[in-house]
Every structure is written in structure tokens, then in C-alpha cells.
């Protein structure tokens, strides 16, 4: 089956914030692995047949870009191609750390690619390698689910909305105001914000890591939530900018909060990388219940969440006019993520039955990094697991560690408190 050009249109709000931050990034950190176990009696024929309908039904698994002076960033869709899946036996762990070490050329190649892990001869797993901008946490979950339904034999919905079609909406004259309107909110919280930090030796940048896993911190988390009918992410991110705010001593602190931007129905069950980061600047008084904390927290977050989706060039021209240029750490060059020292990311269950949570802490080195100076992962369940990665001309794991444990804390120390 040749492919040819089906559409093509500008890119959506999401597609060109990750555009512009990974320009600078080693393009595998754009890689997401993923481990499917296959149903007894999967065929690679049958594995083949439901990605082919997945591709089909979800335009951005088959969209390529192209970048110019004249029209920007633009997404280009195709038509399907057959999936023509190579079977391999082996370790799937394996298989996945192979399949994201290999960059893709965004212009050039659909932005997934994967492989049939056979145990004893009989297909077993699958292991796909997503790139970023075709997809986020969330759509990752819906491929899945939807990838489980079509082996099972089960229909899906009748059609998907697309890429082009929430692009169109976005940049219509009917957004316009949405997007004035998130233009002031940034002006307002970066007119607000202390100066940007700066590593002091961005030339002499390394990378290091914490995780930890806490059913204590993952019960507290729930309770306060509860108890004040708030979000979870909510309380997390109150805990995490009370335990920066005890580690750094700093009394404003402004933290990058990726949003999924799935308040619309109408993109709802769009499969595409629709995150943005928004900003979120508080002020921490160590006098203050966390409880009251948690609440102003709450309602700081929701405002920047109502200005989830934006023009991100709109945003760098605000940095620049508010002392908001270039990076922290030499990350991100051209790209709003670059104003930020902090950054959180709420991933719900994200692959929740493809990892088991660490109940020490450990640390290490290696692994995906983006190169954010300290990003928190959190992933929620039975087990609050926390990954927090620091990129800094800083040595030591003193503190990454420092910060999951005031984070524990905090947490529990207040759910146990009422």
C-alpha cells in the first residue's frame, strides 16, 4: 500500500509547545516505551490488524511535520500504512530499551514504531515506542484500553476527533479572547514572580535522581483531598512547593504544572500530546495550616488550568518583556519550560501495572531525562510512587532526596492530623 499526503494544517496549541521545547533536548528523551501484554491466542496477525485500525481511527499516528519561516510548524497527515511488525523472543524490557534508543525524523516517519516479544513461540507482548508530540499520559491509557478492546473483539466508537480540527478551533477568531486572556495570565503571575533563577554553571550540568514509594503519603493524599474536596494533584503540588519552600528557604515559589487539557468533551478522547505546562506561583508561609495552604493552592491552580491551552510564542514574548529569557539550566532553549526551575507532572496511573513501586529510596543516573533542573513524577494508586530528577551543576543526591522526604512528610503529618 503506498502512502500518500492526506491534509495538512498548522499545529495545534500542544503539538507546537513541544515543538519548541524539545529543539534542544536529545531527541530520544521525546521516546515512550511501552509494554502491552498480549491476550492468550494473540496472533501477529491479529496485533497487526488492531494497530492498523488504531492508526486509521487516530490521525496523529500517522502525522509527520514540517517547520518553515513561511507557514511554521505545520502537521502533515497521511494515509494508514500496514503495520509490518517484526517478532523478536527475548526480554520485552529489552526490546523497549532498544526501540526508544532509535530517534525519530519527525518529517519522515510516523511517530510510533513497534515490535511482537515473543515467551516459548507464542506471542506475548507488545512493545511500542511512541514520540511525544503524537501522544501524552492520557492518550497513552485510551491506546491502550482501545488496543485490549480490539483484540478482545469489541467495538470501538464510531469515529475520533483529529489533530487538524481542534487546530482550527484554537487559532479561530472565536479564540481569541481565550487567548488574550491567557497572555494576561501569564503576564500577571511572571510581573508577580521573583527574578528567574539561574544555575550558576550551566556548562558543568549533571544529572541525578530519587524515587520513592509511599502507600503512607498515597492514603494522606487521599484523606486531605477528601477532607477539603479538592483534586489530588492539588494537594500534591501544595506538598511539594511546602517541602521546596523548607529545602531552599525560598517564600514565593513558582512551579511548571503540565495540564492535560481535557476539559472539552470535544477533545476529551483526542489521542495527541494536548499537555502545556501552565504556571503556578504561591507564596509559602510556614506559619500556615496545610490545610489552608492546600485550599489557596487548589483555587491558584484552577485559574491556570482555565489557561491550559496557548499561543506559546504569545508567552515567550510575555517572558521576555517581564525578565523571562533563555533557560535555567541550558534546557529548553526557545521555549517557555526554559523560565522554569520547578516542574510537576500528575500522571495519575500512568502505566501503573508496568512498574512496581520502590518502598526505599532509590537513586541513580541515567534513565529518560529531559532536562528540566527538578521535575517531580507522580504516579497514584495504592502506592504513591515519586520520582524526582534534578539536572544542576549541584552534586549529591542530598537534595532530591531531601525534597521526596519533606514531601512525605508533609503529606502525612496532615493526614493524620483531623
Known amino acids: 500500500m503506498q502512502q500518500a499526503i492526506l491534509n495538512r494544517g498548522p499545529a495545534t496549541f500542544g503539538q507546537l509547545s513541544l515543538w519548541r521545547s524539545i529543539q534542544n533536548i536529545p531527541?530520544?528523551?521525546?521516546?515512550l516505551p511501552q509494554v502491552w501484554a498480549l491476550p492468550s491466542g494473540a496472533t501477529k496477525e491479529s496485533v497487526e490488524r488492531a494497530l492498523e485500525v488504531l492508526e486509521e481511527r487516530h490521525a496523529s499516528l500517522r502525522t509527520r511535520?514540517?517547520?518553515?519561516?513561511?507557514?511554521?510548524?505545520?502537521?502533515?497527515?497521511?494515509?494508514?500504512?500496514?503495520?509490518?511488525l517484526d517478532v523478536t523472543e527475548g526480554e520485552p524490557a529489552a526490546v523497549?530499551?532498544?526501540l526508544a534508543a532509535v530517534p525519530f525524523d519527525l518529517a519522515a516517519d510516523r511517530p510510533w514504531r513497534a515490535r511482537i516479544v515473543t515467551a516459548q513461540g507464542a506471542a506475548a507482548w507488545l512493545v511500542i515506542c511512541f514520540h511525544h508530540i503524537a501522544v501524552d499520559?492520557?492518550?497513552?491509557?485510551?491506546?491502550?484500553?482501545?488496543?485490549?478492546?480490539?483484540?478482545?473483539?469489541?467495538?470501538?466508537?464510531?469515529?475520533?476527533?483529529?489533530?487538524?480540527?481542534?487546530?482550527?478551533?484554537?487559532?479561530?477568531?472565536t479564540r481569541q479572547?481565550?487567548?488574550?486572556?491567557?497572555?494576561k495570565h501569564w503576564q500577571e503571575i511572571l510581573r508577580s514572580a521573583p527574578p528567574m533563577a539561574r544555575d550558576r554553571a550551566?556548562?558543568?550540568?549533571?544529572?541525578?535522581?530519587?524515587?520513592?514509594?509511599?502507600?503512607a503519603g498515597a492514603q494522606a493524599a487521599r484523606r486531605i483531598a477528601d477532607r477539603l474536596n479538592v483534586s489530588a494533584p492539588s494537594v500534591l503540588?501544595?506538598?511539594?512547593?511546602?517541602?521546596?519552600?523548607?529545602?531552599?528557604?525560598e517564600e514565593q515559589v513558582l512551579v511548571a504544572v503540565y495540564t492535560n487539557n481535557r476539559s472539552d468533551p470535544r477533545w476529551?478522547?483526542?489521542?495527541?500530546?494536548?499537555?502545556?505546562?501552565?504556571?503556578?506561583?504561591?507564596?509559602?508561609?510556614?506559619?500556615?495550616?496545610?490545610?489552608?495552604?492546600v485550599t489557596k493552592v487548589h483555587w491558584e491552580l484552577v485559574r491556570s488550568y482555565k489557561h491550559g491551552a496557548y499561543n506559546v510564542d504569545d508567552m515567550l514574548e510575555v517572558g521576555r518583556a517581564n525578565g523571562y529569557a533563555g533557560t535555567v539550566n541550558g534546557a529548553f532553549e526557545g521555549s517557555v519550560s526554559g523560565f522554569f526551575r520547578y516542574f510537576f507532572n500528575y500522571l495519575g496511573e500512568y502505566q501503573a501495572g508496568q512498574t512496581t513501586p520502590p518502598l526505599d529510596m532509590e537513586t541513580g543516573t541515567g534513565g529518560r531525562n529531559i532536562g528540566a533542573p527538578l521535575y517531580l513524577q507522580v504516579q497514584d494508586g495504592d502506592v504513591l510512587t515519586c520520582t524526582l530528577r534534578e539536572n544542576s551543576s549541584a552534586t549529591g543526591f542530598d537534595t532530591v532526596t531531601g525534597i521526596l522526604h519533606g514531601f512525605e512528610d508533609v503529606l502525612v503529618a496532615s493526614g493524620a492530623s483531623r
Open 268 to 293: 476529551e478522547s483526542l489521542v495527541a500530546a494536548q499537555n502545556q505546562i501552565v504556571p503556578l506561583l504561591v507564596t509559602v508561609d510556614p506559619a500556615e495550616e496545610f490545610d489552608a495552604f
Open 177 to 183: 479572547g481565550r487567548r488574550r486572556s491567557a497572555r
Open 65 to 84: 511535520f514540517e517547520d518553515s519561516v513561511e507557514h511554521g510548524l505545520t502537521q502533515v497527515v497521511w494515509t494508514p500504512a500496514p503495520a509490518g
Open 27 to 31: 531527541s530520544v528523551a521525546c521516546n
Open 202 to 215: 550551566p556548562e558543568a550540568v549533571s544529572s541525578r535522581w530519587a524515587r520513592h514509594g509511599s502507600s
Open 237 to 249: 503540588i501544595a506538598a511539594f512547593c511546602a517541602s521546596l519552600a523548607r529545602q531552599t528557604g
Open 137 to 173: 499520559a492520557w492518550a497513552i491509557n485510551q491506546l491502550s484500553e482501545e488496543f485490549s478492546a480490539l483484540l478482545a473483539g469489541r467495538q470501538l466508537p464510531a469515529s475520533a476527533p483529529n489533530c487538524l480540527d481542534l487546530a482550527a478551533d484554537q487559532w479561530s477568531d
Open 96 to 98: 523497549a530499551e532498544d
